[in-house]
């Protein structure tokens, strides 16, 4: 997969959630309004609902007390960046592998397969962004 080019970002809707699971809905809902308001198809919003529920699962099984979900429109598309406040981020998931789903990665599996492209960003000590990107609707 081809990473998207780095634009500035024309419009950014941060949100500040505890780590715990009975906030991703409140995530889902806020990516899925960003995502509307950007000209996504219903099937496209529900496969970035379902990818970053899948990131907050992750970075919550990460430990911490609070996650940032930042959603960024670009000229190109919608970048989505889930930052954990937690431990040091164990593997990256830039580089896919054959077994990955097998291996207890779904997550990050299922996330590769509905977006564009996904990246992790260190931001030192050991902590890295995972970043979603999801093309604009042609």
């Known amino acids: 997969m081809n990473a998207p080019a780095h634009r500035a970002a024309e419009d950014v809707v941060e949100l500040r959630i505890p780590a715990k699971a009975e906030w991703v809905s409140i995530a889902r809902l806020a990516v899925s309004a960003v995502a509307s308001r950007l000209q996504f198809s219903i099937e496209e919003i529900e496969d970035v609902k379902l990818a970053v529920a899948e990131a907050l699962v992750h970075a919550i099984a990460r430990g911490g007390d609070r996650i940032d979900v930042i959603c960024e429109s670009v000229p190109d598309g919608l970048r989505i960046r889930v930052r954990n406040f937690g431990l040091p981020t164990p593997e990256p998931v830039n580089e896919p ?20 492209s996904v990246e992790h960003e260190p931001r030192g000590a050991g902590e890295a962004d995972l970043v979603m990107f999801k093309r604009s609707p042609s």
């Open 97 to 116: 592998t054959a077994d990955e789903a097998a291996a207890g990665n779904l997550g990050i599996f299922l996330i590769r397969a509905l977006m564009d």
